[in-house]
């Protein structure tokens, strides 16, 4: 069986709610396992031991926020170790001009280095899921 571990940062709520949607979807795929865990209880093993990683994280000028920051800076220390693992990245934001667009790829920079795959959609969302305050229907 597969795991796929979403950790997340959310002050208001609303990127909680974004990652326990991505939970409702991760749950959806047969073989797969989905843990769920706020960042503050997020350790170096937990990302060692996922097949797949999922970071949230709210909206702070355009990049990630401190605690999730902090994750990753930590993670040089299983530098070479997540390689072949998929990733993922979303964020919620207070606004359109928000920077939304700018806080994935700050994570999925990180990935990368990491040697994490990630997949874009050339469809819709092209980096990850993007929300506005609170998830809505279409989220």
Known sequence: MSTVLIVYD????NTERAAELMAEGVREVEGV??????????SLDDLLNADGIIIGSPTYYGLMSAKIKRLIDDSVEIHGRLEGKIGAAFT????????AETTIPSILKAFLIHGIIIQGDPHSQHY?????????ERD
């Open 128 to 136: 990850g899921l993007a929300v506005i305050g609170a998830p809505n």
């Open 92 to 99: 919620s934001s207070g606004g359109n001009s928000s920077r």
């Open 10 to 13: 959310s002050r208001t709520g």
């Open 33 to 42: 396992k989905c843990i769920v865990k706020r960042v503050d209880d997020a």
